[in-house]
């Protein structure tokens, strides 16, 4: 059974540094790539940051010099180093795994105190 599982999200005070991690597991195979969304209440779910299997990245513009995205392509894990995390990066984050389709995990809540 496919399955995502992440970790790391919580709460910080802002200017803080959170890292995120997402394990695939079970019938995900041929990964093309891996990366992170989220959804702050009231909004749509937005790209933060994705990778591809070939190592080339995408971040959004609010998160460009704060944020690293990285993956280790055999433990088909990706991960998110947040750092000078702000107040409006408070949103559920959620893992998402483009293969032969679309992956997305339940989500883990990143919430930045001012």
């Known amino acids: 059974q496919a399955q995502l599982v992440e970790s790391g999200g919580g709460l910080v005070q802002a200017g803080g540094s959170l890292r995120l991690s997402c394990a695939a597991s079970?019938?995900?195979?041929?990964?093309?790539?891996m990366g992170w969304y989220r959804q702050a209440p009231g909004k749509q779910r937005e790209l933060v940051a994705t990778?591809?299997?070939?190592?080339?990245?995408n971040y959004a513009d609010s998160v460009k010099g704060r944020f690293t995205i990285s993956g280790d392509n055999a433990k088909k894990t990706v991960y998110l180093q947040m750092n000078s995390l702000k107040p409006e990066d408070t949103a559920v984050h959620y893992c998402?795994?483009?293969?032969?389709?679309?992956?997305w995990g339940q989500g883990t809540q990143v919430t930045v105190s001012s």
């Open positions: 990778i591809t299997s070939g190592g080339s990245t």
């Open positions: 079970g019938s995900i195979f041929s990964i093309n790539s």
């Open positions: 998402q795994v483009l293969a032969w389709r679309t992956y």
